[in-house]
């Protein structure tokens, strides 16, 4: 299997072929290198040609990383309940979490004092410099959160069907201060990326419905979730990020099996989708920009599909 890495400068767009499967990547904090991570324990640091991969002492997959803004070390998870740490020097230490559920998502606050760690069925864990606190209330698998700025809550999004059909909200708020989460929203579709605007006023949330398998992208204002027009039937959107200013939000697909559609990197300026670069073989799992700077990375495989990215 193989990956690759699209990254978007004033307007001119670059792609990076890459080995095995990678799922998810994010800028260290002085936004000048990436650190990917992937199936089989890979991880890369990449800055321009340079390409490294520390050995971080697992072949599980890693699905999630995020970089924390206050002393640049990432976090990474991954399944089987792998938590790792990696400072800027590359060393890794073993996180021990009280689950053994397939890890997904692991965003830091803006603060870079606290992490929330979502997972496979309703594993949700609260990191701090204290140590790990599960979080009680979630349920069915956890997609995906993001932090509200300056705020200390954040979105989870969720699949709408916990075991055996049981329906679930796909969408929760979490809270910081006391711990707890509630749920948002629900309906038959299950919710796969999330992210709000610098300006906190709204999240864009993605997913697709779990009837017809068509993509859906919403606006969550804080209350309720409204769907825009998006009209790719079975292509599904995954991953967004805003771009640090909030002028547009880039938004990458994926699809549940091949033949059925292409990966494809959108900009999305709050009035109209417009494609940057599609792939008919490889198929989007994360996007993100550096904090300070408008430059975009994405991360596609051969082998990612809708359900296990």
């Not at 939000?249 to 959108?266: D, E, H, P, S, W």
Request: aromatic share 8%; proline share 5%; glycine share 10%.
């Amino acid at each position: 299997m193989a990956s690759i890495l699209v990254q978007y400068e004033g307007q001119k767009l670059r792609t990076r072929r890459l080995q095995g499967t990678l799922r998810s990547l994010a800028w260290d904090r002085h936004d000048q290198h990436l650190i990917v991570v992937g199936n089989s324990g890979r991880v890369l640091r990449i800055r321009e040609e340079e390409q490294i991969s520390p050995d971080p002492g697992t072949k599980h997959n890693l699905r999630g990383v995020s970089v924390n803004p206050s002393d640049g070390t990432a976090l990474i998870v991954g399944n089987a309940g792998t938590v790792l740490l990696l400072d800027e020097e590359g060393r890794f230490n073993r996180i021990t979490v009280p689950t053994f559920e397939n890890l997904r998502a692991v965003p830091w606050n803006s603060k870079g004092t606290m992490a929330l760690i979502a997972g496979n069925n309703g594993a949700l864990l609260k990191y701090t410099a204290g140590g790990i606190e599960p979080v009680d209330d979630g349920r069915a698998n956890l997609r995906d959160i993001s932090w509200r700025p300056i705020s200390e809550e954040a979105l989870v999004t969720s699949n709408c069907f916990a075991e055996e059909f049981i329906p679930s909200p796909n969408l929760f708020g979490y809270d910081a201060e006391r711990n707890v989460v509630k749920s948002l929203n629900e309906g038959r579709a299950d919710l796969l990326g999330v992210d709000w605007s610098p300006t906190g006023e709204s999240a864009v949330v993605l997913g697709y419905d779990v009837v017809w398998h068509n993509g859906l992208i919403g606006i969550f204002d804080g209350t309720t979730l409204a769907p825009i027009q998006f009209n790719n039937k079975r292509v599904h959107p995954v991953a967004v990020a805003w771009e640090p200013s909030g002028d547009l939000a880039a938004i990458a697909t994926a699809t549940a099996q091949l033949g059925m559609g292409q990966g494809t990197v959108y900009f999305w300026d709050v009035k109209k989708l417009t494609p940057i670069y599609t792939n008919d073989e490889f198929f989007f799992s994360d996007v993100a920009w550096p904090r300070k700077a408008k430059r975009l990375a994405a991360v596609a495989s051969s082998s990612t599909r809708t359900f296990n990215s």
